[in-house]
């Protein structure tokens, strides 16, 4: 079986030290996996992004670093480290780093 977990257990921790920018580039880290959602750390250059796309499954994405543009279904929601927004199942949604940022990801499946 492979690795559960891919973050420390039973043990506080910082979300946003467990992945690291890199130089022009978007990081991702998953940190847990199941089979009804996962648990993703991504670290966004100043000027990366993610083109529009939708997911079948509702998304929490919570700000851990820095400053972000969620665009969901066509509106600019502008985040900060400390603030959350939820992404629903099949809205067209896309990311720009405004600042470099890191967040987390929660995949809901069911």
Do not use: C, W
């Not at 992945?19 to 089979?35: E, F, H, M, N, W």
């Not at 509106?75 to 987390?104: C, D, E, S, W, Y």
Request: glycine letters at 8%; charged letters at 20%; proline letters at 5%.
């Amino acid at each position: 079986m492979a690795e559960e977990y891919n973050a420390p257990v039973a043990e506080a921790f910082e979300l946003k030290d467990q992945v690291q920018y890199g130089d022009g580039a978007v990081v991702s880290r998953t940190i847990l996996k199941r089979p009804n959602g996962t648990l993703t750390l991504f670290a966004f250059d100043l000027g990366q992004e993610l083109s529009e796309h939708t997911a079948p499954f509702d998304a929490v994405v919570q700000i851990l670093d820095g400053e972000a543009d969620l665009i969901i279904g066509g509106k600019t929601v502008h985040t900060i480290a400390g603030q959350t927004a939820i992404m629903p199942a099949n809205i067209p949604h896309a990311v720009k780093a405004v600042k470099r940022f890191k967040m987390l990801l929660i995949m809901l499946r069911s």
